[in-house]
Nanobody, 126 residues
Framework: QVHLVESGGGSVQAGGSLRLSCTASGYARRPYCMGWFRQAPGKEREAVARMSIGRGTTDYADSVKDRFIISQDTDKHTLYLEMNSLQPADTAVYSC???????????????????WGQGTQVTVSS
């Protein structure tokens, strides 16, 4: 059974940094795509950063470009999200997602990922 477990959330003041981790287990092979998504109260879920695991290519939401960095440690089966210069607008539940479906070889776009973690709260105060 596939599991995605996030950690690293918390509360910080504006301008601070946090690093989220997502450890994957139960996969017979690496998923093709992994990403970080967030959902703030009263808002729809949005993609924050996504990565093609095999190619290592990434894409970011415009609102986090130049502030957030997505990376992976393949040996540890772990995906990271380094979040810098955090702002109150970044407050949300952050979830890790993965997708190993074959069509994901073509694209990591979209939010309809197959597997999801439980989410971790990030709160940024002004």
């Amino acid at each position: 059974q596939v599991h995605l477990v996030e950690s690293g959330g918390g509360s910080v003041q504006a301008g601070g940094s946090l690093r989220l981790s997502c450890t994957a287990s139960g996969y017979a092979r690496r998923p093709y795509c992994m990403g970080w998504f967030r959902q703030a109260p009263g808002k729809e879920r949005e993609a924050v950063a996504r990565m093609s695991i095999g190619r290592g290519t990434t894409d970011y939401a415009d609102s986090v470009k130049d502030r957030f960095i997505i990376s992976q440690d393949t040996d540890k089966h772990t995906l990271y999200l380094e979040m810098n210069s955090l702002q109150p607008a970044d407050t949300a539940v952050y979830s890790c997602a993965a997708d190993g479906r074959v069509w994901r070889l073509r694209t990591c776009a979209g939010s309809d990922y197959n597997d999801w973690g439980q989410g971790t709260q990030v709160t940024v105060s002004s």
